[in-house]
């Protein structure tokens, strides 16, 4: 049944006033495309709402009418999980104006904050009140709440904090029928039946949409040092991570790694950035040590401890930050990365995660395998050593991919190397990003049939008409016939 679309559009009007229904070409193009550029939508109206209420009333406006929702935030996802798909009318449901923060429990260790969050601003209001909500990825700036809870973020803290799973005591979620469920508790124990908050987590809005959110907080860092060290592989970096772990516990708080091509990368195209040391080896690591206690050296630590990894062949070269002006200029490579690359050319970003004791094998075959089977990639790496998340990504030049074509068919066999190669390392196709609308298809290929059953049947549960960003995680069984 094909929706009445001006009844569609007057009514969500009557709930979020006419201003708030977008549909010119020329003010809906934004929410249309996602962040690469890579997918377009083709959405009949986008609506921004200010509230759940008016939330409830878009869901159950939609629901009646049979309109599809695309749940959207920052729109700063990787897969296509936040653009509307062509084959269903739909309206993407963007949760920007969800802003505020609603209450900020220091003596809890707790936050609630609104969807439409931007990660920056609740970073700042922790900060304010003598905490830290410990989230930091690349987009910072503008990524929004709803967003990372529903992709199930990670960012350079999973090491030490976990990832978006872990960082969520509590959630308000509007059901695809319009029902609001108050999920919004701030216990760290709570044995009382399923823990449902998590079905939401990571279902990149398939479930319903997520308006507010509490989140832990932890104790402010009053201390911290960085670095950047040069080694000679992934094993060595892997080796370094366990000794760090040995010599400073549970006080690093980043370590990522970074493979000489990304640096460089990063260096041609991030506008004036600097390496703070010679490329002159093929791996770098990026770490950060920190602690609340102000009485912690924690420059000197760092340095003790990398004096005697240098004295044990981990690292061929250091160098240690001494202000913060300097710490900054090295995590400025590693959250620059997305922007550098998109300029480079057409980028393939992988996102899968094997045991990290198969880092250096896995890095090693996909690498090989790319660059035998796709002329003229460039094949960088950059991630997280400590969850056995790091990224593939390939670059395409622009002179040799021309077209969309080109570039999707290279994607397409990137791709499939990379998580070919994952999967027979007992690994995962996807550690952070989601599936979205990238990886439907492969998802299906990897994944056993009994855990995509279970999928389906929790999906049926709460959508049985398949309202909510269809075509995302799952596809329609009618689209597969």
Not at 2 to 17: K, R, S, T
Not at 208 to 230: D, E, H, I, Q, Y
Not at 270 to 277: A, D, K, R
Not at 436 to 443: A, D, S, Y
């Amino acid at each position: 049944m094909n929706p009445d679309i001006p009844v569609l559009l007057e009514q969500v009007a009557q709930v979020v006033g006419a201003a708030r229904v977008l549909t010119d070409p020329s003010e809906t193009g934004p929410y249309q495309s996602d962040w690469r550029g890579r997918y377009q939508g083709s959405a009949l109206a986008v609506l921004m709402p200010g509230s759940t209420q008016e939330v409830v009333e878009l869901v159950k406006t939609c629901a009646r009418l049979n309109v599809s929702i695309v749940p959207q935030g920052g729109n700063t996802g990787l897969v296509g999980g936040a653009v509307a798909e062509a084959e269903r009318p739909s309206v993407i449901l963007n949760l920007s104006r969800l802003n505020r923060i609603r209450e900020i429990d220091a003596q809890s260790n707790s936050l609630t904050v609104e969807a439409g969050c931007i990660l920056a601003n609740v970073r700042e209001a922790a900060e304010e009140n003598q905490r830290q909500f410990p989230m930091l990825l690349g987009s910072v700036g503008s990524c929004e709440i709803g967003g990372l809870v529903s992709t199930n973020a990670g960012g350079t803290g999973v090491l030490r904090y976990g990832n978006m799973r872990e960082l969520v005591l509590g959630l308000e979620v509007v059901l695809p029928d319009g029902t609001l469920w108050n999920g919004l508790r701030a216990l760290r124990k709570d044995n009382a039946g399923y823990d449902l908050k998590q079905l939401f987590i990571g279902a990149e809005g398939t479930l319903g949409v997520v308006t507010a959110a509490v989140l832990k907080l932890f104790p402010r860092l009053n201390v911290s040092a960085t670095a950047m060290v040069s080694l000679s592989g992934v094993k060595e970096a892997v080796d370094l991570l366990r000794f760090m772990q040995e010599q400073v516990g549970n006080r690093i708080e980043a370590f990522e790694i970074m493979s000489r091509r990304q640096i460089e990368l990063v260096l041609q195209h991030g506008h004036g950035l600097q390496s703070p040391m010679e490329l002159d080896s093929e791996w770098y690591v990026l770490m950060e040590i920190a602690d609340s206690s102000p009485r912690w050296d924690a420059v000197s630590e760092l340095q003790n401890t990398l004096e005697t990894a240098f004295e044990q062949d981990l690292v061929t070269n250091a160098v240690v930050a001494t202000d913060v002006a300097k710490a900054n200029r090295i995590w400025e490579l590693r959250h620059n990365i997305s922007e550098a690359n998109k300029r480079a050319g057409f980028t393939v970003s992988n996102d899968t995660s094997v045991p990290i004791s198969k880092l250096p094998l896995f890095i090693d075959q996909v690498t090989e395998r790319i660059e035998r089977n796709v002329a003229g990639a460039a094949v960088c790496h950059a991630g997280h050593i400590g969850d056995g998340n790091i990224h593939v990504i390939a670059v395409l030049p622009r002179s040799v991919y021309g077209t969309s074509v080109e570039c999707e068919a290279a994607a397409a066999r990137i791709n499939l190397i990379v998580h070919e190669a994952s999967v027979e390392l007992n690994g995962s196709i996807s550690a952070e990003h989601g599936i979205g609308k990238m990886h439907v298809e492969r998802l299906e290929r990897f994944k056993p049939a009994v855990d995509l059953q279970m999928m389906r049947t929790i999906k049926a549960a709460f959508d049985p008409s398949n309202l909510m960003n269809p075509g995302k995680i799952l596809r329609d069984e009618a689209e597969k016939e």
